[in-house]
Each structure stands twice: as structure tokens, then as C-alpha cells.
């Protein structure tokens, strides 16, 4: 999006699919950026599909790496939200000669093991076609307690449905 000589790439979070956004997804994505277009040409940037088993980070970041290199010339800035940031500490350790900003948003420096455990449920909870539980378990982590915690089980499992099941 957008006209501007400056590049922000955004690097995109988990995603269930490795397809362009739409729908809901787009519309947010479109809000969050609108602000930055007046700087800005703004692309928001998927992880390729299938990936290999073995396939961490790093190996993204090369991905990554040569994308910026080859389709936007180099030295541009980057974002990344959650999974995203994640994604962003490695392609800024990695090529520092590419990045010329680095922004970081709610993202940690590596997953616990409940958190893999939490995504790894997830993907295979939506792989059975179960969007409502793949959706319930990034809730888990939260560790809410008394009438939240009943609100967001009951909720949750809804609106997952609604999100997911339109992908």
C-alpha cells in the first residue's frame, strides 16, 4: 500500500494460511497502516508455504533477506507484531546492511514451552477443521481467572469460528 520512495516491510504474525489477506484480516491490516502511508509504502509479507520440516527462523530470515535484497533493492525498514517481531530480531541480527529500522511489537525473543505447546495445538486444532478450539487455545496462555475466564471460554470458541472458518 501506498506511494512513497520509503519501504516498510511488514512481517506478518502466525498466520493458520499462507495466502494474502482478506477479509477482516485486510480491513485491519489496511486501518493499521493508513497512518503511515504519508511516509510510507507499506507491504505486509507472508512466510511461503508448505515449509519444510527443520525450517526455523533463521532459514526465514534468509528468505526474508533475499526478498528485501532482490524485490525492494535493500535497505528498508521492518515491523513485526508478535510471531512477526520474532521474525524481525532474526533478519536484523542476520542483515544488518539491509535494515535501515527495526520495529518490534509485542514479541518475545523465543517461546516457552507452553507456547509451543499452545501453537502447536492450535495448528492442530485448524488442521481438523476445529477453528473454535484453535482459536481457545492462544486464550490459554493468558491465565485469566473467575468471570473472564468463563467470558473468554464461551466467546472465544465463537468467534474463532467466525475468523477461521472464513479463511
Not at 49 to 78: C, H, Q
Not at 84 to 104: F, S
Not at 115 to 121: D, K, S
Request: one cysteine or more; a positive charge; aromatic letters at 10%.
Amino acid at each position: 500500500m501506498g506511494y512513497k520512495s520509503k519501504i516498510l516491510v511488514n512481517i506478518e504474525a502466525l498466520a493458520f494460511k499462507h495466502e494474502p489477506e482478506s477479509g477482516f484480516e485486510l480491513k485491519r491490516f489496511i486501518k493499521s497502516v493508513e497512518p503511515l502511508l504519508d511516509t510510507y509504502t507499506v507491504y505486509l509479507i507472508g512466510r511461503k508455504p508448505n515449509l519444510p520440516s527443520g525450517y526455523y527462523f533463521d532459514k526465514m530470515a534468509d528468505d526474508y533477506a533475499e526478498m528485501i535484497r532482490t524485490e525492494l533493492g535493500g535497505s528498508v525498514d521492518i515491523m513485526g507484531i508478535s510471531t512477526g517481531g520474532q521474525l524481525c530480531h532474526y533478519v536484523a541480527e542476520k542483515y544488518p546492511d539491509l535494515i535501515r529500522k527495526n520495529v518490534i511489537i509485542s514479541a518475545a525473543y523465543r517461546l516457552s514451552e507452553g507456547g509451543l505447546e499452545n501453537e502447536g495445538n492450535a495448528a492442530k486444532y485448524y488442521k481438523q477443521g476445529k477453528y473454535g478450539k484453535a482459536m481457545s487455545e492462544f486464550t490459554r496462555i493468558l491465565d485469566l481467572t473467575g468471570a473472564l475466564r468463563i467470558f473468554m471460554n464461551i466467546i472465544t470458541p465463537i468467534i474463532g469460528r467466525m475468523m477461521l472458518g472464513n479463511l
